[in-house]
C-alpha cells in the first residue's frame, strides 16, 4: 500500500477556512512536492524547490503591487472586510483595492499546475 502510494507522487496540502456564523467554506491548494518517478530510475524528484521560489515570488508581487508584507499571513475574510493591516505602513486595504487585491492574489496563483488551486 505505501509503495503505491509513493509511486503516485505526493503533494503538500494548504487548506484554510472562513465562516460569517452562517455560511463556512475552506478553499484547498495543492503543491507538489514528490513527482512520479520515470520508469527506467523509479527515483522520486523532490518538485517542492521549485514551487516554492513560484509562491515566492507571487508574494512579492502581492507586496510591490498592493503593499502586502510576504510576512503576513493572507486571510481571505481580513480582505473582504477591509479588517486588515495590508497595506503599505500597516495601513488597512478596503474596498475596490481590497477586491483587486483578492481577484489579482486568486488569479496569480499561475506557478502551480493546472487543477492545484
Same mark, same amino acid.
Given at each position: *500500500?505505501?509503495?503505491?502510494? %509513493?509511486?503516485?507522487? %505526493?503533494?503538500?496540502?494548504?487548506? #484554510?477556512?472562513? #465562516? #460569517?456564523?452562517?455560511?463556512?467554506?475552506?478553499?484547498?491548494?495543492?503543491?507538489?512536492?514528490? @513527482?512520479?518517478?520515470?520508469?527506467?530510475?523509479?527515483?522520486?524528484?523532490?518538485?517542492? #524547490?521549485?514551487? %516554492?521560489?513560484?509562491?515566492?515570488?507571487?508574494?512579492?508581487?502581492?507586496?510591490?503591487?498592493?503593499?502586502?508584507?510576504?510576512?503576513? @499571513?493572507?486571510?481571505?475574510?481580513?480582505?473582504?472586510?477591509?479588517?486588515?493591516?495590508?497595506?503599505? !505602513?500597516?495601513?488597512?486595504?478596503? !474596498?475596490? @483595492?481590497?477586491? @483587486?487585491?483578492?481577484?489579482?492574489?486568486?488569479?496569480?496563483?499561475?506557478? %502551480?499546475?493546472?487543477? *492545484?488551486?
Amino acid at each position: *500500500m505505501v509503495l503505491r502510494y %509513493l509511486w503516485g507522487g %505526493l503533494s503538500t496540502f494548504y487548506a #484554510d477556512e472562513s #465562516d #460569517d456564523k452562517f455560511i463556512y467554506t475552506i478553499a484547498c491548494v495543492a503543491i507538489p512536492t514528490l @513527482e512520479k518517478p520515470n520508469l527506467i530510475s523509479r527515483v522520486l524528484a523532490i518538485s517542492w #524547490d521549485n514551487y %516554492l521560489a513560484g509562491a515566492k515570488a507571487w508574494r512579492k508581487s502581492l507586496r510591490d503591487r498592493f503593499g502586502v508584507p510576504a510576512s503576513k @499571513e493572507l486571510k481571505g475574510s481580513s480582505i473582504a472586510t477591509g479588517r486588515n493591516s495590508y497595506g503599505v !505602513g500597516g495601513t488597512r486595504i478596503q !474596498g475596490p @483595492e481590497a477586491f @483587486e487585491l483578492y481577484r489579482y492574489a486568486l488569479n496569480s496563483l499561475s506557478f %502551480l499546475p493546472e487543477g *492545484m488551486t
